[in-house]
């Protein structure tokens, strides 16, 4: 009886020195997410972390990598695509759970240089022969990397632009070659410059390249876990919605 009333006092106390609204039992979450959307899922993460106590384990890298790694069985539970091609070929075979597919953002596609006045506010420097790289994202595994092609070749550039073309294996990749002045400029995510005013840009026109649709979805590692599915859910929130607005991102 006494050693039974000692163990109950400790209990007690125990849970007194528990702070309010502490969850019982933190989560965590397995998120690929495109590499295009490191910055705002990162502030996605943290407020959503805030709100719940889970944690959200983040990948980073480009959609086609990410896609075969899914279907070779990589433990993903969300995964956050820079397309709506590979989300929906996910769900298609049996690798994303059915109706969970929706568009968190519609990305924009920028041509951008780390040195200031070298773009012009209309992209006429792509016309010209004074530079000796252009960097893209790998357009076989990256959808901004396609869209970098797709507005090349409706320019009528690309076949002269092609000898000049450096190919980054995701979008943060090909940040990094312009960042550092290995390639003088190349096609980048707006969400990547937006918040910067470093060098100078050129916004290409939506009407230049496929509509970036970027799609996420619950994969199937993910179908029972309510962290994941909490995840999702936030993702949709006004909370959310507006961290990915002030990325330079349409959102609904």
């Known amino acids: 009886m006494f050693t039974r009333t000692i163990l109950f006092r400790l209990v007690y106390l125990t849970a007194l020195c528990l702070p309010l609204g502490t969850p019982a039992l933190a989560g965590d979450v397995q998120v690929a997410v495109?590499?295009?959307?490191?910055?705002?899922?990162?502030?996605?993460a943290a407020a959503f972390e805030k709100k719940t106590g889970d944690h959200v384990v983040m990948s980073f890298g480009s959609s086609g990598a990410f896609y075969s790694q899914i279907q070779q069985g990589a433990p993903f539970e969300v995964f956050l695509s820079a397309d709506a091609e590979r989300p929906t070929r996910l769900e298609a075979e049996n690798f994303g759970v059915k109706?969970?597919?929706?568009?968190y953002a519609y990305g924009t596609l920028a041509l951008?240089?780390?040195?200031?006045?070298?773009?012009?506010?209309?992209?006429a420097v792509l016309k010209k022969s004074n530079f000796q790289h252009i960097a893209i994202a790998d357009p076989a595994a990256a959808p901004y990397g396609l869209a970098a092609v797709e507005t090349?070749?409706?320019?009528?550039?690309?076949?002269?632009?092609?000898?000049?073309?450096?190919k980054g294996s995701s979008i943060a990749q090909t940040y990094g070659f312009i960042d550092s002045g290995s390639a003088e400029m190349g096609f980048v995510?707006?969400?990547?410059?937006?918040k910067q005013n470093k060098g100078s840009r050129w916004i290409v026109p939506a009407a230049d390249y496929?509509?970036?649709d970027q799609q996420?979805?619950?994969?199937?590692?993910?179908?029972?876990?309510?962290?994941a599915k909490a995840y999702i859910a936030f993702l949709k929130s006004p909370e959310a919605v507006k961290i990915i607005k002030s990325y330079g991102y349409e959102a609904k």
Not at 34 to 44: G, L, R, V
Not at 152 to 166: C, F, N, R, T, W
Request: charged content about 15%; glycine content about 10%.
């Open 189 to 194: 995510a707006l969400s990547q410059v937006y």
């Open 34 to 44: 495109a590499a295009n959307f490191t910055e705002p899922a990162k502030e996605i």
């Open 152 to 166: 090349m070749k409706k320019l009528g550039l690309y076949d002269a632009l092609s000898p000049k073309i450096v």
């Open 210 to 212: 496929t509509p970036i």
């Open 99 to 103: 109706g969970s597919r929706f568009v």
């Open 216 to 227: 996420a979805i619950l994969l199937t590692p993910g179908a029972n876990d309510p962290v």
């Open 112 to 123: 951008w240089s780390a040195t200031p006045g070298l773009v012009d506010g209309k992209g």
